[in-house]
């Protein structure tokens, strides 16, 4: 099968199922509020498009700083950590604890502290997202040394050029791999606080079509959700290939 | 010629790892140090590039004494081939030697690091794979691309620590007799740390035995007709004095 098909196979599988169920809701008669005709769902891409996009801009823009900024912080402590010794030994255990927290309990607390509005899921993003980039990091940098501690002393390379030449290069993949899990997780807790209460978003979508059973709604928010999921971690995957062009070689 | 003394060597102040360890390089010359698998013979290697501190005795070299009190790291009299070439997957087979080249050398010869490395890959016969990255070169053009990264250290003396122990035994034997003439080329001084008695007859002239515990010179093989069917009685006498560990 050649790669197009491959592709275009499920694709097309998926559309016959979708037309199979309208075709049967419509037969069955089912209430709309309970199961919405694809169809119907498809017009509300129609006439609420502007409404929807205004809302995912938001979530997007929230989810999108939030990742930015856990970046950084979590390459910040990950370097802190390789770094000292002692910050190391006081952070990794606080790093792997933290990978069992659900974060989503803090929200309502961030809404105490920092308002409705972007703020607080701004800073629950960032404290998904950034504690396991921290964590993959500080492990891969140390690794790291380990492997090629020998090559650095070999060599005299001064420790500013091992990191980034060396040290750095090495715990990218680890990194990609850590950003592409929690990328896509952060926008559904993004989303998920704004269900607790904000003044704009797709949470908010979400539960002003719920409240009013508009069923076709809520579908069709889960539909962008979803998509914008899919669509972050291909966006990842495609940077991490196109930035980790080598192979380990055995030598 | 470099005279190398180590009176004692303890790890971490523990028990003396090596002791009375006293070799004479000769210019352009291979001389083997042979023991079995952990007889301290890395170990030797690591005290005199610098990694390794507190050891006792001294380097002499053009009339020069360098105790091992104040050896470190930041030497320039040796640089090394180790078992592993680890080179930088990311980096292309210019780039990894590239990087060892520092800014004094570019401001000394007056030449870029790229000149500089395409010189070393010239001297290794690699310069047509300058672009290629390690995982599509074999593991012997690899280990010509870390020996070219320890020549543009621009040391002395190299230390060969068991460079041909992971390669095949054809490409042993031709990267074996590509080094003795390499060294030759080079005008360099060099250490090779093996546990192959064969290889050790093949490349030097000069054969030290370690043996014992803290492991010291047992004694030292004078093979002046490298690669001759004498050899074959020398070469018994090696393994029985190496003996199982």
Known sequence: MSRISRRIFPVLFVMLLIFVLELTLQKAKVPEYIIPLPSKVTDVFLTDWVIIFQNTLVTVSEWLLGVFLAIVLGLFLGFLSFKSEKIHSILSPLLI????????????????????GMAPKVALVVLTCSFPISLVMQNDLIEAKKEYHLIVEMLQINSMKAFFHIYFPYSLPGFFNALKISISYS??????????????????????????????????AVIVIIFISLISTFFVSLLRKKIIFWKTAKH | MIKISVENYSYQNKEPVIKNINITLKEAKITSLIGASGCGKSTFLRVLMGMETGATGQIEFKNEDFSFQKWNIKQKLFSMVPQVPHLL?????????????SNEKVTKEQKSKEEIAINALKVVQLENHKNKFPDEISLGMAQRVSFARALV?????????????????HTRYILQEWLANKILETNKYAILVTHDVREALFLSEE???LKGIPSEINKTFYNENRNEKSNIKTEKEIISLIGIN
């Open chain 1, 97 to 116: 604890v933290s990978q069992s927290i659900p974060y989503l309990v803090f929200t309502p607390l961030l809404m105490i502290w920092l308002g409705l």
């Open chain 1, 187 to 220: 926008f559904g807790s993004a989303v998920l606080a704004e269900l607790m209460g904000s003044e704009s978003g797709l949470g908010i979508y979400l539960l002003r079509a719920q409240a009013t059973f508009r069923t076709d709604k809520v579908i069709a």
């Open chain 2, 89 to 101: 997957p990311w980096k292309n087979i210019l780039n990894n030697i590239i990087i060892a080249i």
């Open chain 2, 153 to 169: 250290l621009d040391t002395q003396a190299i230390l060969l620590d068991e460079p041909f122990a992971s390669l095949d035994a």
């Open chain 2, 207 to 209: 054969i030290h035995v």
